[in-house]
């Protein structure tokens, strides 16, 4: 599926409203958020501590969002070292792990220690576009598994001159007929979605010389494979 030019001028306008906006609202919330903490104590006393919780777990979100919205208007040229594939996909899954253990879902690294791959990327950039995935494959997951039956399987293998990253969840899947929209900025089923995960990662892989694909069963789960050139 490839990116249109529609969709990077989309990706440009939202970079320069959002760098407009984003300074304009983003110091606001930090002094929220310190008197907010400053607070606490008072609400704890009177047994409010929840209401402190939600405020600040609802200032962390906005900012969260903001932050997506000013990541996705950089196109920053990305700041490549060798790392090995196990080192970089061990490292997501510990980032992942302990969200996934609380919505009761399993990630899996199907890859042994010793599998000599190696990549030349922006540690940063692709860690985004992996930690993109595994949030959607978590949000996938608590849509349908309930009794703690969730898995994400992650793993890699080598391909011709290319390094195959695969990650599968058996969350609800999304109709075949969605499937090519996913990569663009703004396409989102989630209530609370920007749509603007997956275009990015899209961009972010390209500009490694890479390539995204997506499949998907509703209702039985998704596969994302990434293709990274190999050192
Ligand atoms: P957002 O997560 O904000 O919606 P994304 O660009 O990351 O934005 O994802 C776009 C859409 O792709 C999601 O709203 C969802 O419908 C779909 N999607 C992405 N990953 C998965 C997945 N693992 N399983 C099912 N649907 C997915």
């Known amino acids: 599926i490839e990116q249109t030019a529609y969709q990077n001028d989309k990706l440009a306008m939202l970079g320069k409203i959002s760098a407009a906006i984003a300074h304009e609202i983003r110091n606001p919330l930090t002094t929220i958020r310190g008197f907010i903490q400053l607070l606490r ?21 906005a900012n969260d969002i903001i932050f997506e919205f000013l990541n996705s208007s950089k196109p920053t040229a990305p700041q490549m070292v060798v790392v090995s594939v196990y080192s970089l996909l061990k490292e997501v899954v510990l980032l992942t792990e302990s969200e996934g253990h609380m919505k009761g879902c ?8 010793d599998a000599n791959m190696n990549v ?76 603007l995960g997956l275009s990015v990662s899209y961009r ?24 990274l050139p190999m050192v």
């Open 41 to 61: 104590p008072h609400l704890v006393q009177l047994g409010k501590d929840e209401y402190a919780r939600i405020i600040l777990a609802e200032i962390d979100r």
């Open 204 to 227: 972010i892989v390209r500009n490694h010389k890479g390539t995204i694909s997506v499949d998907s069963i509703k209702g039985a789960g998704t596969i994302f494979e990434i293709w």
């Open 120 to 195: 030349s990327i922006d540690v940063k950039q692709i860690k985004q576009v992996l930690l993109n995935i595994i949030k959607n494959a978590l949000d996938a997951i608590e849509e349908v598994k309930c009794d703690h039956s969730g898995v994400i399987n992650i793993t890699a293998k080598p391909e011709g001159k290319y390094v195959n990253i695969s990650i599968q969840d058996n969350g609800n899947g999304i109709d075949k007929t969605l499937l090519a929209h996913l990569f663009d900025p703004f396409f989102t089923t989630k209530e609370k979605g920007t749509g």
């Open 106 to 113: 399993e990630i899996n690294l199907l890859l042994s220690e």
